[in-house]
């Protein structure tokens, strides 16, 4: 396993392995590598020659007054986790290779970038546009490996790469839990033990949306009142929004056909979490 | 010379040329190709293996009520131009190829896309740099050859494609004028015999310009009088701007030194039309 620490680098080694042939594979994390990130890694590596880990904490896609400083960081860690679950190279700028001081350039997805977790985040995505553009002009992946944690994510950038044009594909990996069912993330390691028990209810509202859903509730006002009296039972809990919405467009569903995808965010003492299931339903047979 | 019309076929044939080792040089270009783009194309065939050739009048980079809808157009004919000038596979993408009607990415550069021309067409430089991605992203250039006409375009390009990391050296080629001296523009077309006289302003006004800097005049607002003089003379002339600024960041120049870029517009009857000149002053030696 080598450590880029350049674009210029990082784009030279790419060129030669795009000429011999090889298939590249990237899994982008801000590192503080759990096993939602190794599994991503893990689906890169069956399907690429080389698998490229990039790991920087992005500031863009921070907000002001966000943990941009506190983020959790272990780079020698990362090294090692990464390696053993099949990465080659590992990608590691600084802030100030990414972001000159005259920096000015900013990719922007509109509309679907301004819904669940846009609204009390404004300038997140644009950040996370912005960085994908630059990892994949510096990488130059085949295919790159996003999680369904941040479903949110994922979409957005599936619509970047589709407008913008790059010749990548994009494939997802599921949400990786914690035995008690919680969704791993880089954050959980800020919560008190008292948090960690509260935080449990993210995970166990999905079950309960699920289960109203599968048990025949249409209306999202019904399934979204469950979640909320659910989460709002934990103390330490505040949430941020509880969302249902089409997987897609994630526009805000009438009625629940089909698919749906319940998101939702909740600050867990001063931690902000995610998490998120979608929901399909098997159409019913009509009569005649 | 090929034709290619979709954004994966011209990807494809991208993969294989840089497989092989093919240098692609692109110049990108609205159609309807004068000298100038001529000259650009014969910058890009010294220098490729394989030289393509875009014709796209973007719509995201007009502005309402701008002349997109009669933007001349005339596919046959730069067919053959961009042929005989060196040109191996022209890229004619539709509209619809383009921008699908979910289309939701723009690419912007703050700051230097707020000045010149980014004051009358506030939206421009957005989709000519929305447009410059996509276009690399299906072309896959190792360099892009830009005219300095667009002077302002070619520093917007150059952060961005600086910014963003795009492995694509830009190049930019010089103005090239009829032979009274007007600059060469596709819009040149919508000129009354009246206007192209009175359209040779620009050309004029920017020797003026170069003159009174040659003769010492540090002053950007004496400089910029004469200009404005000049233009205002003519009937048909109506000016947008004219501007003293420093070449790199388009910031305004409160005195000429080393170097400056005269940069105007002017509505020529309904026309707009652009014009610019870069001022280099050979510093004298300071004694002792």
């Given at each position: 396993m080598i450590v880029i620490k350049t674009v210029s680098q990082m784009q030279q080694r790419a060129e030669t392995l795009r000429k011999e042939g090889k298939v590249i594979g990237f899994v982008p994390t801000m590192g503080y590598l759990h096993e939602g990130h190794l599994s991503l890694i893990r689906i890169a590596r069956k399907r690429a020659d080389v698998v490229v880990v990039s790991i920087f904490v992005n500031p863009t896609q921070f907000g002001p007054g966000e943990d941009l400083d506190r983020y959790p960081r272990d780079f020698e860690r990362d090294l090692h986790l990464a390696g053993d679950a099949g990465a080659d190279i590992i990608f590691y700028p600084s802030a100030d290779e990414m972001y000159a001081r005259d920096y000015l350039t900013y990719v922007e997805v509109e509309r679907?970038?301004?819904?669940l977790c846009g609204i009390s985040r404004p300038t997140h995505f644009r950040g996370v546009t912005t960085i994908c553009t630059k990892l994949f002009n510096a990488v130059k992946p085949h295919f790159a490996v996003f999680g369904e944690k941040d479903f949110q994510q994922a979409v957005v950038i599936k619509k970047m790469v589709k407008d913008l044009n790059f010749d990548i594909e994009i494939i997802t990996g599921p949400i990786i839990r914690e035995k008690d069912g919680l969704a791993m993330s880089?954050?959980?390691?800020?919560?008190?033990p008292e948090e960690r028990q509260d935080a449990l209810s993210l995970y166990e509202s999905l079950q309960i949306a699920e289960q109203k859903i599968r048990e025949g509730e249409r209306d999202p006002n019904v399934v979204k009142s469950a979640v909320i009296d659910h989460i709002k039972s934990k103390k330490t809990a505040r949430i941020d929004y509880v969302s249902i919405v089409?997987?897609?467009?994630l526009e805000d569903l009438d009625s629940i056909q089909d698919k749906a995808l319940i998101a939702l965010a909740v600050y867990i003492g001063n931690t902000r979490l995610i998490d998120n299931r979608v929901v399909e339903i098997r159409s019913s047979r009509i009569n005649g």
């Open positions: 679907i970038t301004k819904r880089s954050r959980n390691t800020y919560l008190s089409d997987p897609e467009t």
